[in-house]
């Protein structure tokens, strides 16, 4: 990681379910009584927001797409979200989001990178040269290795390393620690 040469012009992108917070097996989280932050992830942030320009959520939510849930109830989940992160003084700049079904190969749907050319809209100065994206899942380090980011994939079970991520963490936590103590 000191080879990255990372300081404060750097974007991190966060994958949601399994990062954030608890991930549920076989459903989404639709409401906001089954949104579990993750230990750490309040403070992890809050480091974060110092460490990093910008701190993005990019997430696929295809419980919509679904019919499952809408994005009136997404947006609710994303306001309780910032209102946990709040108690640590952190923040998530913008929340994104792909509604879509996987069958429908949306261009908004991870690892494809709708999600991240929407925030370099929304915010020029992103270089993906000099981004993160740290996630659970293949389709999350697929979407930062397209895009040149660096990836940290967030290891689960009994999942030691992860083949194609340039690094791998037990938690958000353990990546943020990393960081902040310079290792």
């Known amino acids: 990681m000191k080879n ?3 300081d404060e012009s750097w ?3 966060l994958d949601r379910d399994g990062v954030i917070n608890e991930r549920i097996m076989d459903d989404y989280v639709k409401r906001t009584d089954e949104f579990i932050l ?3 992830v309040a403070q992890s942030i809050s480091k974060a927001n110092k460490l990093f320009s910008h701190v993005f959520v990019v997430t696929n939510q295809q419980g919509i797409g679904k019919g499952i849930m809408t994005e ?3 947006s609710e989940i994303h306001a309780y979200c910032s209102e946990l992160l709040e108690v640590e003084n952190g923040h998530i700049d ?8 996987a069958s429908e190969n949306s261009d ?3 690892p494809n990178s709708g999600m991240a050319l929407l925030a370099k809209q929304e915010f020029p100065l992103i270089d ?3 981004s993160i994206m740290v996630g ?3 389709s999350d380090i697929e979407f930062g290795r397209k895009l040149g980011m660096k990836t940290v994939f967030i290891r689960y079970k009994s999942v030691s390393e992860h083949e194609t991520a340039d690094l791998t963490c037990d938690s958000l936590e353990s990546f943020i620690n990393l960081l902040d103590y310079g290792i």
Request: cysteine-free; proline content about 7%.
């Open 4 to 6: 990255w040469h990372l």
């Open 11 to 13: 974007t991190l992108f």
């Open 38 to 40: 993750l230990p750490g």
């Open 72 to 74: 009136r109830n997404l």
């Open 94 to 101: 913008r929340y994104y989001f792909a509604p879509n079904l």
């Open 108 to 110: 908004l749907r991870k």
């Open 128 to 130: 993906f040269q000099k």
């Open 136 to 138: 659970d899942s293949d």
